[in-house]
């Protein structure tokens, strides 16, 4: 028997997969969304613009990196838009 979770997550025929999402072998990326107050939003948008102009991304995961000690690479703190950090903000 499947579990409700567990069938939440199957992939089914026509399901979109990201472009950076790989479905045969290796790790690969998987999206994780929360929904947060829109101050909370806000905040965090600054502190990204305080940070030199990081990512939402870049900035959480090096907090994930720096709270509790999770194996993130170097090369996934950088801006996968292809822009410096600060690039665009004046």
């Known amino acids: 028997m499947v ?24 790790e690969g990326d998987a999206i ?6 829109k101050s909370l ?5 600054r502190i990204a613009l305080d940070q030199g102009g ?8 090096s907090a994930l ?3 509790y000690g999770l194996d993130v690479a170097d090369d996934e703190l950088r801006d996968r838009r292809g822009r410096q950090a600060g690039e665009g903000h004046q």
């Open 41 to 45: 939003r806000n905040e965090i948008a």
């Open 65 to 67: 990196k720096a709270t």
């Open 54 to 61: 990081m990512t939402f991304r870049a900035l959480i995961l």
């Open 32 to 37: 994780v969304q929360i929904r947060v107050p």
């Open 3 to 26: 579990r409700p979770a567990a069938r939440r997550l199957r992939r089914h025929k026509g399901d979109r997969v990201s472009g950076s999402e790989q479905t045969e072998g290796g």
